[in-house]
């Protein structure tokens, strides 16, 4: 007697949570110059200035290392990387809360435009220009944006306000999208006012952005710019994440050497039984957020039909962890911690702002619930 059986099961590989002997090198030639050109003391000075970020660390950071092309093919003028790779860039650039318009720009803007396929013409041109560092570009719509409004965006015509649209004061393209499609429209053109905003994050600005009479470049049609535009936001969405892990390693780190070198009673505040269950709980919270933001990454870099939902599942997680590890090392460093020329302040206000950023932790719940097929929470 035989029997039947159906066709096998496709088999899922396994993501790839290690950091491979490039990543590592990545994240030395990174950290060295931010070591060099973003220091504490420098970053707290530019949330001074008027200047949105050095521009002498973008060039270098963005051309000299290349780091503005890593998504983008060597045939478009890129280095051919993937996620994983921008994934440890914002890591480091997490770590150091440097002022850098690589998310916005070197993440968001040119997935949008690599999402469009474009071999020629004005898309191809300026991503050549955004992988080399040579120009930066923002989409204009909400920082909070997620990417399941990505096709409500596309409504309107250029004559519009757009508040709250990170890094746009030092943009030199804004991508707008509207209900006919996808706009390239040069920041600096007739009709184009950015204002700058006060924003929690001074190491990310702000600005409101307002159209009257702009006039711009059609990138896509409706239809290919809102995938274009959700493909973005979902990307930036899940390598915010490894910003947040970035950020919250730094946390953790400088808090436990605090804790070593501070004493009271002739001993380490470290020493004290319930600052060590607190650190511990945090240890486990950024280990966890390191899986869930390398696994995101993975999912992006490999085209992963579970992208949506690792996605979802790392911004879910890693935003809490984000601001817990922020507000664990201000509340830990005491009362150094509470001023300002103690960086703390500016780890837990990025912390807060990226827990908004590319859509709540809530509204990533209720993805991770729809994408799973589970009860909402």
Not at 22 to 27: F, G, Q, S, V
Not at 72 to 84: D, F, I, Y
Not at 192 to 207: F, G, I, K, N, Y
Request: net charge negative.
């Amino acid at each position: 007697m035989s029997t039947q059986t159906g066709p096998a099961a496709p088999e899922t590989q396994a993501p790839d949570l290690l950091y491979s002997e490039a990543e590592e090198d990545l994240r030395s030639a990174v950290r060295a110059l931010l070591a060099t050109r973003a220091d504490a003391p420098t970053v707290i000075a530019a949330t001074e200035s008027d200047t949105p970020y050095d521009r002498q660390l973008w060039e270098s950071l963005a051309g000299g290392i290349g780091a503005a092309g890593l998504l983008v093919p060597e045939e478009l003028g890129g280095q051919g990387a993937s996620h994983r790779e921008a994934a440890v860039v914002l890591e480091e650039l997490g770590r150091s809360v440097a002022p850098a318009p690589y998310l916005t720009s070197a993440v968001v803007a040119t997935e949008v435009l690599l999402a469009l396929d474009v071999r020629d013409g004005p898309a191809a041109g300026l991503l050549a220009d955004l992988a080399a560092g040579r120009r930066t570009a923002v989409l204009a719509l909400p920082f909070a944006t997620p990417a399941a409004d990505a096709a409500a965006a596309l409504t309107g015509t250029l004559e519009r306000t757009v508040a709250g649209v990170a890094d746009a004061a030092a943009a030199d393209v804004l991508l707008v999208p509207t209900a006919e499609g996808l706009y390239a429209v040069e920041s600096a053109g007739p009709g184009v006012t950015v204002e700058p905003l006060v924003p929690l994050d001074l190491t990310r600005p702000l600005a409101a952005v307002t159209l009257g009479g702009a006039s711009g470049a059609l990138l896509a049609e409706s239809g290919p710019a809102a995938t274009a535009v959700a493909r973005g936001l979902l990307t930036g969405a899940g390598l915010l994440a490894s910003e947040q892990l970035g950020l919250a390693e730094w946390c953790l780190t400088e808090t436990v050497r605090h804790t070593r070198e501070r004493h009271q009673f002739n001993r380490p505040v470290g020493s004290f039984q319930s600052l060590k269950h607190r650190m511990a709980q945090l240890w486990l919270e950024v280990v966890s957020a390191r899986a869930a933001a390398r696994n995101a990454a993975d999912a992006l870099a490999t085209g992963s039909p579970d992208a949506p939902l690792a996605v979802a599942v790392a911004q879910a997680y890693c935003s809490k962890v984000a601001v817990h590890a922020a507000e664990e090392c201000v509340q830990l460093h005491g009362g150094i911690g509470m001023t300002w020329e103690h960086p703390a302040h500016l780890y837990l206000k990025r912390a807060k702002a990226d827990s908004l950023a590319y859509g709540s932790a809530g509204r990533h719940r209720e993805a991770v619930a729809a994408l799973a097929e589970l009860p909402a929470p």
